[in-house]
């Protein structure tokens, strides 16, 4: 006797829409990602100039906004492990970026501080993203730009 398969009608399968991007419970992070590399793509170009990667970028930035800041401090803030912390201050030192300078008062404490160089090509690349982030939101409006800018922040929380 042949055996028929039945498809079980489940509350999941009637709900699975038939564009399955549409509604997804993946589509969000999905489209984040693919915006998230069209952005990253540009800065990169725009960086490659100045010899510097998004990875140093963020440093940079954390130490332009903050002023000098521990590599403990600087792992907390940027997500990264400590050996990465310390391929990217290895790096900023290598490319005169930053300098380790020793805490006063505790010898095992090193704060990582932007070097006069490193402040002209942390501006020099601030600048030279600008046309990068215009060049990939160009399809928004200015008001579309700001908004997507603050529902972001929503989602992570900044």
Same mark, same amino acid.
């Given at each position: 006797?042949?055996?028929?398969?039945?498809?079980?009608?489940?509350?999941?399968?009637?709900?699975?829409?038939?564009?399955?991007?549409?509604?997804? /419970?993946?589509?969000?992070?999905?489209?984040?990602?693919?915006?998230?590399?069209?952005?990253?793509?540009?800065?990169?170009?725009?960086?490659?100039?100045?010899?510097?990667?998004?990875?140093?970028?963020?440093?940079?930035?954390?130490?332009?906004?903050?002023?000098?800041?521990?590599?403990?401090?600087?792992?907390?803030?940027?997500?990264?492990?400590?050996?990465?912390?310390?391929?990217?201050?290895?790096?900023?030192?290598?490319?005169?970026?930053?300098?380790?300078?020793?805490?006063?008062?505790?010898?095992?404490?090193?704060?990582?501080?932007?070097?006069?160089?490193?402040?002209?090509?942390?501006?020099?690349?601030?600048?030279?993203?600008?046309?990068?982030?215009?060049?990939?939101?160009?399809?928004?409006? /200015?008001?579309?730009?700001?908004?997507?800018?603050?529902?972001?922040?929503?989602?992570?929380?900044?």
């Amino acid at each position: 006797m042949p055996t028929e398969r039945v498809r079980a009608e489940t509350p999941a399968a009637a709900e699975t829409p038939d564009n399955p991007q549409e509604g997804s /419970p993946f589509a969000m992070g999905l489209l984040l990602r693919r915006a998230h590399d069209r952005v990253a793509a540009a800065v990169d170009v725009a960086l490659a100039p100045f010899g510097i990667e998004r990875r140093h970028l963020v440093v940079l930035m954390l130490l332009h906004a903050a002023g000098p800041l521990s590599q403990r401090d600087l792992v907390i803030q940027t997500n990264h492990d400590k050996a990465s912390i310390v391929r990217i201050v290895d790096d900023l030192e290598r490319l005169d970026l930053a300098t380790r300078q020793l805490v006063q008062g505790d010898r095992r404490l090193r704060a990582v501080t932007l070097t006069d160089h490193g402040r002209e090509i942390f501006a020099a690349a601030y600048q030279a993203a600008r046309p990068a982030e215009a060049g990939v939101t160009a399809a928004l409006s /200015p008001g579309e730009t700001r908004q997507l800018q603050t529902l972001l922040r929503k989602i992570t929380g900044d």
